[in-house]
């Protein structure tokens, strides 16, 4: 299941705080997680948090926003109050968080079912995209993947995983790094996508810069955002450069003559022309022309 939405900013927002709320709907992120779970105490603020959502969408505070709230999880005692209250429409979909394996997902997504047939929504209205927290959740990154087809992304959670490995903290990411990657690889190779995690240093823009040059080779559509001053470099990151744009256009003619040639695999003008090229190249356009049509729906 694609997502229909960009994701390379996915914004946290503590959703019962007014003033950031406020701050986020005139944000350029291109998800919101409107949070109800962590940042969201004490427990009585949680339907403060959920109530504000609804005010905020009634009064089209966040046009053109992919809202994704993230929900309290399964023991909570407050998710079914967050999914039942929240599934509306300028919803696209929740946050579901300390997903351990594929069967939390499988019930999320029959918890979301019930409700859309009980509200009349379409079945599958809802997309989900599960948090990586734990140290199963990572080696089941598969499993949780593929449990439901509301699934569009899967995002790293890095200070809970390290929790739960009992794991530090260090300055080069080594003990996160073989999670990213696992996560990455397991995302892409059931055709979701991956989201890397927050950079806790949100006043050092060079080091997030090396996070982001390091989670764009490693395969990442986007991050997980904590404060705005952010989202221009993660954009820049993650949207197709335009020395991207200009290989990609020229490698699609190459392509085509190659083909006019008879050739499925060429090289031209001391170019390798071949179909994994050609599908990098088709999905680099792909990007740019959804990017651009966000920010003409923006104007």
């Known amino acids: 299941m694609k997502s229909d939405h960009l994701m390379r900013s996915l914004m946290f927002v503590p959703a019962h705080n007014k003033r950031l709320m406020e701050s986020a709907s005139n944000s350029t992120a291109d998800v919101l997680l409107l949070d109800l779970e962590d940042?969201?105490?004490p427990t009585l603020n949680k339907q403060v948090a959920r109530q504000q959502i609804l005010e905020f969408i009634k009064n089209d505070k966040f046009t053109n926003k992919a809202l994704y709230p993230r929900v309290n999880d399964r023991e909570s005692g407050e998710l079914l109050k967050d999914v039942y209250q929240l599934t509306?429409?300028?919803i696209a979909g929740f946050t579901y968080p300390k997903a351990t394996q594929g069967e939390d997902i499988y019930f999320f997504g029959k918890l979301l079912e019930t409700i859309e047939y009980e509200k009349g929504f379409p079945v599958g209205t809802f997309k989900i995209i599960p948090l990586i927290e734990t140290a199963g959740a990572v080696l089941n990154i598969q499993d949780i993947c593929?449990?439901?087809d509301r699934v569009v992304a899967v995002a790293f959670g890095c200070e809970d995983f390290v929790t739960d490995l009992q794991g530090q903290h260090d300055e080069a990411g080594n003990s996160i790094f073989s999670a990213r990657s696992m996560i990455a690889m397991g995302a892409r190779a059931s055709g979701v996508v991956p989201i890397?995690?927050?950079?806790?240093?949100?006043?050092?823009?060079?080091?997030l810069e090396k996070n982001l040059k390091l989670g764009k080779q490693l395969g990442y559509e986007g991050m997980l955002?904590?404060?705005p001053k952010e989202i221009p470099l993660v954009h820049q990151y993650f949207s197709p450069t335009s020395e991207e744009i200009k290989w990609a256009e020229e490698m699609l003619l190459l392509a085509a003559e190659a083909i006019q040639d008879g050739k499925g695999v060429a090289v031209k003008n001391g170019k390798f022309i071949g179909p994994p090229m050609v599908k990098m190249a088709q999905n680099i356009l792909k990007k740019n022309q959804i990017i651009k049509q966000k920010e003409g729906a923006n104007e």
């Open 88 to 90: 509306v429409d300028s």
């Open 146 to 148: 593929k449990a439901c």
């Open 225 to 227: 955002v904590l404060n």
């Open 196 to 207: 890397d995690t927050v950079h806790i240093k949100v006043h050092d823009l060079e080091d």
């Open 39 to 41: 940042s969201v105490q």
